[in-house]
């Protein structure tokens, strides 16, 4: 009892630390986060009236894109302006390592010594939870710990990829010219999400061709007012990071509070889904011991029940109880 | 009532056609199982019983490294041993044009005139169900109408993706030389799934240098006894397919039964969890009116509750009704 006791004072000390900001505070409460559980619950609800004030801006593109780099490079811009900077980088799941660490992501770690920015990567190893509950979650301790501007990194593949990076306030997609592979990808279901588009790797000879092919592809798919802004740039040596910025600032500025709103209510209501659906689960094994489990499992795997069927008794079960 | 009648009538039908391999009934029967309901657990829990016998292939690797074209290229040779095959491309989500049909898919689709190859190319749209769900109900469906062979083709990113493609009997990772990013990408997740590596477009002056690194990492992370193989392939020109179908066929013949039941375990588990969440997702749309939901949301949003409290809240009721 004791032991509870202290554990809970431990994540109320952990939740008002959070709250002024400091850098140990954020890097415990995501790791808690991570790792789910009780705690993790109260944490958050501790912390949740101190968020929602961020800006959010996701950026996504293919794996080689420079995601990584770009930030690596609006991180002194932002800074500059007295921004508080925190970033997310959500990696493809990787069930033996436990998370990717890319060559670029390690780079990017020479800024982790800085206090006013906070570098997290992220493994979406599992899919308990899931990826909405996840960024969602370490969205929510950043902005509760007052960074200004929220970074999360995606590849532009994968379902819930896709999801999580639309529901940003703003939306970078980046192409890198050359590699033809990009806007066939992109066109498929990246392009309607951009709120501003990186031509990275500016400094190929194909990046005039691809920038006609872009606007021509925009200007075609017209449906907003204004056409959606194309920068170039050359994130290895910070060409075009600066016009990017002020594109960010623009665009802040001017943004559609009404869409913003209906965003961020799309999250918490696909947050709120994944987060209840975690309860279920606990409740599911809570219930139904592993042993039962198994053996519906060996069942359906011999053909003598089918999946549907084991699912209705399980349901009904859980709602019995 | 007699509406009702008609449609089970509607669905066994369809189901004993799909066991005759009838192309239409598949076709009918996946598009059922995407659309989800009620007919479609029906007919699911009928055709259940005919399907398990099938070898699945899981196909992966970045956009753009030929997955498609090298399916293409196997198909005649797979044909020529008289084997009936089936093919589902999980395609990235797009939210807007509900799924992406890319050029080499297209071009796929010629063999779709044969009534022994059938091709399914499934978006991943939405996150209802789940895509073990989704793919697990499609191979199904390949399963019931009697292919031999079926390919699951997905991008080697994404955290679905991966656990999906892993749960395959075998699972083939293409790499592409020249792209120095794919190497960086794989060693993060992918490399320890495959069971036969392909090097494609092997015609690039850099294949020979690749190779030998893939190689040396092979050797240095061996947990196996016998080294993954590599077959180096021009996919575009159907060379190196031959001694892949080779060692697929040898890959089949020596296969470690005991590891491919595990797997096929697993699958069937997270399927069987799927459902189970698909079901209790229906359970809170029937009982959680929309317009509570939003409140929630509401609330929610102008931090007047959290997303925590709020979800204990609506599982207490779920059980409780």
Redesign the interface.
């Known amino acids: 009892m004791k032991k509870i006791h202290n554990r809970q004072e431990t994540v109320n000390t952990l939740a008002q630390e959070l709250i002024k900001g400091d850098p140990r505070a954020i890097a415990k409460a995501i790791t808690l986060v991570e790792n789910d559980g009780r705690q993790a619950?109260e944490m958050?609800?501790d912390i949740?009236?101190y968020?929602?004030q961020s800006v959010i801006v996701g950026i996504t593109g293919?794996?080689?894109s420079g995601k990584s780099t770009l930030v690596d490079q609006m991180i002194p811009l932002l800074k500059k302006k007295g921004k508080k900077i925190g970033i997310v980088a959500v990696?493809?799941?990787?069930?033996?390592?436990g998370?990717?660490?890319?060559?670029d992501r390690i780079r990017m770690m020479r800024h982790s010594v800085d206090p006013d920015v906070f570098i997290r990567s992220m493994a979406?190893?599992g899919?308990l939870g899931?990826?909405a509950k996840t960024t969602g979650e370490a969205i929510t301790v950043l902005e509760a710990a007052g960074k200004d501007f929220i970074l999360v990194e995606t590849?532009g593949?994968?379902?819930?990829?896709?999801?999580v990076v639309?529901l940003a306030d703003i939306v970078i997609v980046i192409l890198t010219p050359g590699?033809?592979?990009?806007i066939?990808?992109f066109?498929?279901?990246i392009m309607?999400?951009a709120d501003v588009f990186v031509l990275n790797k500016a400094d190929s000879p194909d990046t005039d061709k691809v920038e006609r092919q872009l606007k021509a592809i925009l200007q075609l798919s017209l449906r907003k007012e204004e056409i959606t802004p194309v920068v170039k740039t050359v994130a290895t040596k910070g060409t075009g990071v600066a016009q990017l910025i002020d594109i960010l600032d623009n665009l802040i500025s001017s943004a559609n509070k009404q869409q913003q709103?209906t965003r961020?209510?799309k999250l918490?209501?696909?947050?709120?889904?994944d987060?209840?659906?975690?309860?279920?689960?606990q409740?599911?094994a809570k219930r139904i011991l592993a042993s039962v489990?198994d053996e519906?499992?060996?069942k359906?795997?011999r053909?003598e029940m089918?999946?549907?069927?084991?699912?209705?008794r399980?349901?009904k079960e859980?709602?019995g109880?």
């Open positions: 619950r958050m609800k949740y009236p968020s929602g293919a794996p080689g990696d493809p799941s990787s069930p033996f390592t998370g990717a660490i890319l060559g979406t190893r899919h899931g990826l590849l593949v994968g379902q819930d990829e896709v999801e639309k590699t033809g592979d990009d066939q990808i066109k498929a279901g309607e999400i709103e961020k209510k918490i209501s696909w947050m709120l889904r987060i209840i659906s975690d309860r279920i689960y409740e599911i489990w519906f499992v060996e359906i795997y053909r089918d999946p549907y069927s084991v699912a209705e399980l349901v859980i709602k109880s």
